[in-house]
Nanobody, 125 residues
């Protein structure tokens, strides 16, 4: 069992930055692929970024590529999402998730076994 707690969301002006953190419980954090997803009001949850167990590989949605950076610190059981050049369309509830998938990483929400409660990011124009 893994418990995930996100933090770092808030209100920011367009062009600004935020850094989301996701703290995981348990001793097996390094055995999970970690991902970030987001869900805007009235829309389906969408993939944002994922990182492999050893942080050797990352993958991003096209909409955030070049602006967002996912990273992890296995010693601290924490995954991060650095978000720069934020746009109003980035406004959403952001979730971190952990996956025991055998593949190096996954962009599919159904592949993730554990989810946090979400942290709200609001970008004003």
């Amino acid at each position: 069992q893994v418990q995930l707690v996100e933090s770092g969301g808030g209100l920011v002006q367009a062009g600004g930055s935020l850094r989301l953190s996701c703290a995981a419980s348990g001793r097996t954090f390094s055995s999970y692929v970690m991902g970030w997803f987001r869900q805007a009001l009235g829309q389906e949850r969408e993939f944002v970024a994922a990182i492999t167990r050893t942080a050797g590989l990352t993958y991003y949605a096209d909409s955030v590529k070049g602006r967002f950076t996912i990273s992890r610190d296995n010693a601290r059981n924490t995954v991060y999402l650095q978000m720069n050049s934020l746009k109003p369309e980035d406004t959403a509830l952001y979730y971190c998730a952990a996956s025991a998938v055998r593949a190096p990483l996954s962009i599919r929400a159904v592949a993730y076994d554990y989810w946090g409660q979400g942290t709200q990011v609001t970008v004003s124009s």
